[in-house]
Nanobody, 115 residues
Framework: QVQLVESGGGLVQPGGSLRLSCEAS????????VGWYRQAPGKERELVAA???????NYVDSVKGRFTISRDNAKKTVILQMNSLKPEDTSVYYC?????????WGQGTQVTVSS
């Protein structure tokens, strides 16, 4: 059974930084795409950033230049470094593992950007 354990959310002032971490128990971690999504109240869940097994990275336009995604296959971990945070980044952030057959999701971690 695949488990995803997220950490690193919290409250930060505009312009601040947070680092989200997701550790997976999946044996197939190194061969799949992993990423982060977010969902704000009343809005649809959206992809924030993803990195493929070959290292190709995709960001939503609104976070380009501010967020950095990385993966450590040995530790089965995906990191989202978030800098220059804005109030509109406030959301619940979810770790995602994407396989051919299904997606796996973390429990979500709250990120609140407010002064």
């Amino acid at each position: 059974q695949v488990q995803l354990v997220e950490s690193g959310g919290g409250l930060v002032q505009p312009g601040g930084s947070l680092r989200l971490s997701c550790e997976a128990s999946a044996s197939f971690f190194s061969i799949i795409t992993v990423g982060w999504y977010r969902q704000a109240p009343g809005k649809e869940r959206e992809l924030v950033a993803a990195v493929t097994s070959t290292g190709n990275i995709n960001y939503v336009d609104s976070v380009k230049g501010r967020f950095t995604i990385s993966r450590d296959n040995a530790k089965k971990t995906v990191i989202l470094q978030m800098n220059s945070l804005k109030p509109e980044d406030t959301s619940v952030y979810y770790c995602n593992l994407k396989t051919t057959f299904r997606d796996y999701w973390g429990q979500g971690t709250q990120v609140t950007v407010s002064s």
